[in-house]
């Protein structure tokens, strides 16, 4: 596997907040395609790693390296144009007046000649399955319709990496089940690298790696059985514990013996099912 | 309240009106209110209140949308002709008072501006209720093209101006939000002298400033991890079409240019 981002000893400090630093010392890389979680408390500096892997906010110290380009000054915009970003509140990226030139605007800004830029637009809307939805004004759509549009905006820049900052968090369980289910489509087919930022603990059990950040530091690193049998220091860092983590130490409590691993709701159903047969 | 103001309330349609181009409606508008100027007999300003009618008939728009547009306009339009009739004098005196006189001059002034006014707003309405805001901020782009020689920042203003137009509905969205919540800590927003309703207000303009402060910030975020960086080499997806029942309309102007010409005293 190759390796797409690469992060070195990165730290960052506001310049407003004079307390700690938000990002001390985070080291770590992504390999092509994967689908990393990162999760934490408000505050635990989850945003703000986000936001320095495109170059939104220049660390102080240490290397960020997207494909092969190390980001500085020159090669932000190669970068930005390799990382799409889709931020919690729809209707703050919402640039265009409809959807189709919301499509358009970061084309336009890349001065694609209008030929290529209808096709691109019109490719993009089908692939999130709002070609319906061209010329609707984005005060006729649902959260998740909007949501799904700066996805296509951001397909439409044909990107490698695909960031959501907290994308679902101010959507509805339809809404929030629209935009994941077409991640996951695209993801497929487009052979993208997803970094999800989330609180929603359904959003961080798709990927195939979570991170885990408290007070600006990464905590822990591992794929999302590893991460979930933690349990109870998981609601600790404010983060709830899935459902068949819940049934399972309810269950652990009544004397029955459960494994360790984390299961879907699924897989545990398979579980109890088969679990006395075992026996 | 805020659904009062159809300013910038695009009504979508399919009439002649609807299709034309907005570079050409918006010149044909600030045309007329030019020559409106021209108007100064009551044959004269029949003939531009029928035209008028003609060109709302003509946009298939209900007639109610262009009243309900003077409403909010009301008290200034009032105010403006009560200061022309209570202020011009000439001709026969009806009443007089120190410096207030009312004379016949100040009454036929104060109904040709009251008609004036009329013209313009329904006019103006007819312009932005039948073209998408988007499509008028970039006929504004493009007229305001040449002043580009002269450092003026035509790209920004363009967009500044589509921006805004494009957070009206979510503003206004905000702005009911933030008033039931007002309402539901006890606020009346209804009662009271002027100066109570004023004080009502604030409240809810604080409030709408944060939040837009804030969705100010993390637009501009988002525009920039878009790649935005500027008008420069930047391409268009919107394009305008000039049709020839545009080059139409212009004719159209200049015939009722001379017609008014001909009627005006």
Redesign the interface.
């Known amino acids: 596997m190759t390796i797409i981002i690469d992060l070195e000893h990165i730290s960052y400090k506001y310049q407003s907040i004079d307390e700690q630093s938000a990002l001390k010392d985070i080291s770590f890389s992504i390999e092509k395609g994967d689908w990393v979680a990162i999760i934490g408390h408000n505050g635990s500096g989850k945003s703000t790693l986000a936001k320095t892997i495109n170059g939104l906010l220049l660390p102080e110290n240490g290397k960020v390296k997207v494909g092969e380009y190390l980001l500085d000054e020159k090669n932000v915009w190669t970068i930005r144009q390799m990382v799409g970003m889709v931020f919690q509140n729809p209707d703050n990226q919402f640039v265009g007046s409809t959807v189709e030139d919301d499509v358009a605007f970061g084309l336009e800004n890349q001065g694609i000649p209008r030929e290529e830029m209808v096709e691109r637009v019109h490719s993009a809307l089908e692939k999130v399955k709002m070609s319906e939805f061209a010329k609707r004004e984005p005060a006729r759509l649902s959260g998740g319709q909007k949501q799904r549009v700066a996805i296509a905006g951001i397909v439409a820049l044909r990107p490698d990496i695909i960031i959501l900052d907290e994308a679902t968090s101010m959507l509805d369980p339809q809404g929030r089940k629209e935009v994941l289910a077409t991640i996951q489509e695209l993801k497929k087919k487009e052979n993208l690298t997803v970094i999800s930022i989330t609180h929603d603990i359904d959003e961080a059990a798709n990927a195939n790696r979570i991170l885990v950040m408290k007070e600006g530091e990464l905590i822990h690193d591992g794929t999302p059985q590893t991460i979930f049998s933690y349990g109870q220091e998981l609601t600790a860092l404010g983060l709830d514990v899935p459902f068949p983590e819940k049934l399972k130490s309810a269950l652990k409590k009544r004397g029955v013996e459960v494994p360790k691993e984390y299961m879907t709701e699924e897989g545990m159903v398979e579980w109890l099912w088969t679990s006395s047969l075992k026996k | 309240m805020m659904n009062k103001l159809i300013f910038g309330r695009f009504i979508p349609g399919g009439s002649f009106i609807h299709k034309m181009d907005p570079r050409c409606k918006l010149l044909v508008s600030f045309y007329f209110i030019g020559i409106i100027f021209l108007a100064n007999n009551w044959q004269s300003y029949l003939f531009m209140f029928l035209f008028t009618i003609a060109c709302i008939a003509l946009s298939k728009v209900n007639l109610d949308f262009f009243i309900k547009g003077v409403r909010p306009l009301l008290w200034l339009i009032l105010f403006t002709v009560a200061l022309q009739i209570l202020f011009t004098r000439g001709g026969n005196v009806f009443f007089e008072w120190g410096i207030i006189s009312i004379t016949q001059y100040g009454v036929v002034n104060g109904a040709f501006i009251f008609c004036r006014f009329v013209l313009i707003i329904f006019m103006s309405t007819l312009l932005t209720l039948t073209t998408?805001?988007?499509d008028l901020s970039d006929a504004i782009e493009y007229l305001l093209r040449p002043l580009k020689v002269f450092h003026f920042p035509v790209h920004e203003v363009s967009l500044m101006l589509?921006?805004a137009?494009?957070f009206v509905?979510?503003l206004m969205?905000e702005t009911e939000r933030i008033m039931n919540a007002q309402r539901a800590r006890g606020v009346d927003f209804g009662e009271g002298n002027l100066i109570q309703k004023m004080k009502a207000v604030v409240p809810i303009l604080i409030p709408l400033f944060v939040s837009s402060f804030?969705?100010a910030e993390?637009?501009a975020?988002?525009?920039?991890?878009?790649?935005?960086?500027g008008g420069e080499?930047?391409?268009?997806?919107?394009?305008l079409y000039w049709h020839k029942s545009d080059t139409g309309a212009i004719l159209v102007f200049v015939v009722v240019t001379f017609a008014l010409i001909l009627l005006r005293t």
């Open positions: 998408p805001p988007l589509s921006i137009l494009r509905p979510t969205d804030n969705r993390e637009l975020t988002a525009m920039e991890a878009r790649g935005y960086q080499g930047r391409t268009k997806y919107r394009v």
